[in-house]
């Protein structure tokens, strides 16, 4: 049981328990900044006109393809 609900998705993205929270942890923090970014902008729309958008798309570049298997293509760019 234990196993299921705590250690099945880190290693589906071949992490320990620890290092998949660090991770979250992190990206939890970058998307309160982003939110933040993006409230100031409501706010003043000439203060951080890209930024939660960029943090965005970057988090989303990190995160898309984590435990699938490389494709072709992919290890050729390395």
């Given at each position: 049981?234990?196993?299921?609900?705590?250690?099945?998705h880190?290693?589906?993205?071949?992490?320990?328990?620890?290092?998949?929270?660090?991770?979250?942890?992190?990206?939890?923090?970058?998307?309160?900044?982003?939110?933040?970014?993006?409230?100031?902008?409501?706010?003043?729309?000439?203060?951080?006109?890209?930024?939660?958008?960029?943090?965005?798309?970057?988090?989303?570049?990190?995160?898309?393809?984590?435990?699938?298997?490389?494709?072709?293509?992919?290890?050729?760019?390395?």
């Open positions: 049981m234990i196993e299921k609900y705590f250690l099945e880190p290693r589906s993205v071949d992490e320990s328990y620890l290092e998949h929270a660090a991770f979250a942890g992190r990206f939890s923090f970058q998307l309160f900044c982003a939110a933040f970014a993006a409230l100031v902008h409501a706010i003043l729309p000439f203060m951080f006109e890209k930024t939660a958008s960029r943090m965005v798309a970057d988090l989303y570049a990190r995160t898309h393809n984590r435990g699938e298997e490389p494709s072709s293509a992919q290890i050729a760019a390395e």
